[in-house]
């Protein structure tokens, strides 16, 4: 083993108290990046959920839709128009809406509703943990989420309430389908959903479009473009990359997130590049030792460099650590922070890359170094 | 007839700029011959670590030429410099310098490692040359745990290991008594005798004159004289 990795290390460590916080430094700075990144990632996947789990091959949208909880309408003669053309099988409304839903104990609370024809494969519900979607169709039948049992005052299936003061009764439940802006998805029946967000009958928010299996999407998009005037025609992928373009940057909440991020990257590059500069700052003789000895520069590079990594790995495992308690404890939160096997690899680049640019202060630092030192110290 | 390992050929050295600009060596020659241990003596202020460090390529020369085995290290850029003596340079210095977070082995070792010598042989080596400044007992041993005497010891170590051709030392005996500065020397004398091998001790420890083949002096940048000693005259 080369004497690069042991003199690095010992040099790390010959100072502890520093090198403790060199490394919560960088958990710290790792685990705000974690917790950011996470928080991006679970806030990018919900706003996009919806779409995620609706089985379409093109949307049919109202003209400027921004995202998937656009409110706007379009008009349901659209539908006849799609259907007139070849290789489009079905074309699905959807009702969506905001609603109040009326608590046991009085007052109310909003809600999303989220409707469509669940007997012919529209927008369903998913991870049913009780009831069915048959149940569904039984009038004032909805779906909820467990997790906003507290939220919707509800102990669950069976357990009633009103929306537009109409009853309701709870009867599936899911798990994990939880909304980003915290109002509770409700799932009914395209009919009870009009009658819930007042969404006339001869209008629906959205087309479901899926095409027979060996049409071309590109044809029968230019099709549907031409005839149909007041609506705009979308692959799920440009749906979802409108959603979240709009959530995330439109609305700041990404900015937001992503700034948090920036700040833990530059707190944790700052205090880095300060604990590994003062420590080549204590250790200059001996790296003009080194250079009068007649070690190259880039020997000394990767002394320093080699505590960089150091420092990266071992900050890095704990707040991998630190991160997975936090991921675990916000798993069943309103908004969990997810982790990915790429998002861990990413991170782990991330410190490395962090902890390089920090070297880059205490490289400047040993350039400048005279070895002719070795003989006044 | 040995060899001459090292030359400075009218050395002239300019330190600093403007104002406090100060002339530290004068058209200095001197050449160092193998088998031959070599004391520049000089009050303080002289110009013997200059020179010493001009010899060792760490400062380059303001005019003037120095060879070290043959080759001229004019206009050399600094990482040539640095590979000069990490061949054929092996430093002594008066504070040792060791590091502290490595053993007296891995001390030895490293200038092994800077060379990019393979670690099995590296190990080897590093061991016959503390055997032979007498601390085979103290390779496992941190700088904190030895005498300063043995510390020089490992540093003399450090400087043969790599079989330079000249040895370069800076006031070797003067944190040490004169027990130690005496084992020192007796030391470097010993390491003088490898015929291929120059040693140079600047000083202004009388003490260890009797150890010198060859005494230079040196005053005001210039060398005032030069003597066989009494080692040189045996």
Redesign the interface.
């Given at each position: 083993?080369?004497?690069?990795f042991?003199?690095s290390w010992?040099?790390l460590f010959?100072d502890r108290l520093r090198f403790i916080a060199t490394v919560v430094g960088i958990v710290f700075s790792i685990v705000l990046v974690t917790v950011q990144m996470g928080l991006f990632l679970s806030f990018d996947r919900m706003v996009t959920t919806m779409i995620d789990h609706s089985p379409a091959d093109l949307w049919i949208v109202p003209l400027g839709t921004k995202c998937f909880e656009d409110p706007s309408l379009v008009d349901e003669r659209e539908r006849f128009r799609a259907l007139s053309i070849t290789g489009i099988t079905q074309a699905l409304p959807i009702v969506i809406g905001f609603a109040q839903w009326r608590l046991p104990s009085g007052g109310t609370t909003p809600v999303f509703i989220v409707s469509s024809d669940t007997r012919v494969g529209g927008l369903r519900p998913w991870n049913l943990v009780e009831g069915s979607l048959g149940d569904l169709a039984v009038p004032g039948a909805v779906a909820i989420d467990q997790s906003y049992f507290g939220r919707l005052g509800t102990k669950g299936l069976g357990a009633s309430a009103e929306i537009r003061d109409q009853k309701v009764e709870v009867a599936a439940v899911t798990k994990g389908i939880r909304a980003f802006t915290t109002t509770p998805y409700v799932f009914t029946s395209l009919d009870q959903a009009r009658a819930y967000v007042g969404t006339p009958p001869n209008k629906v928010t959205y087309f479901l479009v899926r095409l027979a299996p060996n049409a071309d999407v590109e044809t029968i998009r230019s099709q549907l473009r031409m005839i149909l005037s007041e609506s705009e025609v979308l692959t799920p992928s440009e749906f979802r990359n409108r959603s979240r373009s709009f959530w995330l940057f439109g609305t700041g909440a990404g900015a937001a997130l992503f700034a948090g991020a920036l700040l833990g990257i530059i707190v944790g590059t700052v205090i880095v590049a300060q604990t590994l500069y003062s420590s080549t700052k204590d250790h200059l003789?001996?790296f003009a030792?080194?250079?009068?000895?007649?070690?190259?520069?880039w020997?000394i590079h990767k002394v320093i460099i080699c505590q960089a990594l150091l420092s990266a790995i071992t900050g890095f495992s704990i707040a991998a650590g630190v991160g997975s308690i936090i991921v675990d404890a916000t798993a069943e939160s309103a908004l969990p922070v997810l982790m990915t096997p790429l998002m861990t690899v990413g991170l782990f680049l991330l410190t490395v890359v962090m902890c390089f640019l920090s070297a880059t202060s205490a490289i400047v630092q040993v350039i400048r170094i005279d070895?002719?030192v070795?003989?006044t110290? | 007839m040995t060899e001459t390992v090292m030359e400075a050929v009218d050395v002239v050295k300019v330190l600093g700029r403007g104002p406090s600009q100060v002339k530290a060596l004068s058209g200095v020659n001197l050449a160092l011959a193998g088998g031959e241990l070599t004391l520049l003596i000089g009050p303080s202020g002289s110009g013997k670590?200059t020179l010493?460090?001009i010899l060792?390529c760490?400062?380059s020369p303001t005019r003037g030429i120095v060879r070290i085995c043959g080759q001229s290290t004019a206009q050399m850029p600094?990482?040539d410099m640095?590979?000069?003596?990490?061949?054929h340079?092996?430093?002594i210095?008066?504070?040792y310098?060791l590091?502290?977070?490595?053993t007296a082995a891995?001390n030895v070792?490293?200038?092994l490692?800077?060379?990019g010598e393979p670690?099995g042989s590296a190990i080897a080596r590093a061991r016959k040359a503390l055997a032979a400044v007498g601390l085979s007992h103290k390779m496992k041993s941190f700088p904190r745990a030895l005498s300063w005497g043995e510390q020089q010891r490992v540093a003399i170590a450090?400087a043969i290991v790599g079989n330079a051709s000249a040895i370069l030392a800076?006031e070797p005996t003067s944190a040490l008594d004169s027990d130690n500065g005496q084992a020192i020397m007796k030391l470097l004398a010993e390491i003088a005798k490898d015929q291929a091998r120059a040693v140079l001790v600047v000083t202004h420890d009388p003490r260890i004159l009797p150890f010198a083949d060859r005494i230079v002096r040196i005053e005001d940048g210039r060398i005032v004289g030069e003597e066989r000693g009494r080692a040189g005259r045996q």
């Open positions: 083993m080369s004497l690069i042991r003199l010992r040099n010959h003789t001996e030792t080194l250079r009068a000895i007649g070690s190259s520069s020997y070895p002719a070795v003989f110290r | 670590t010493l460090s060792g760490i400062l600094p990482e640095a590979r000069i003596r990490r061949e340079v092996g430093f210095f008066q504070s310098h590091f502290p977070t490595l891995d070792r490293l200038a490692d800077v060379r670690s450090r800076d």
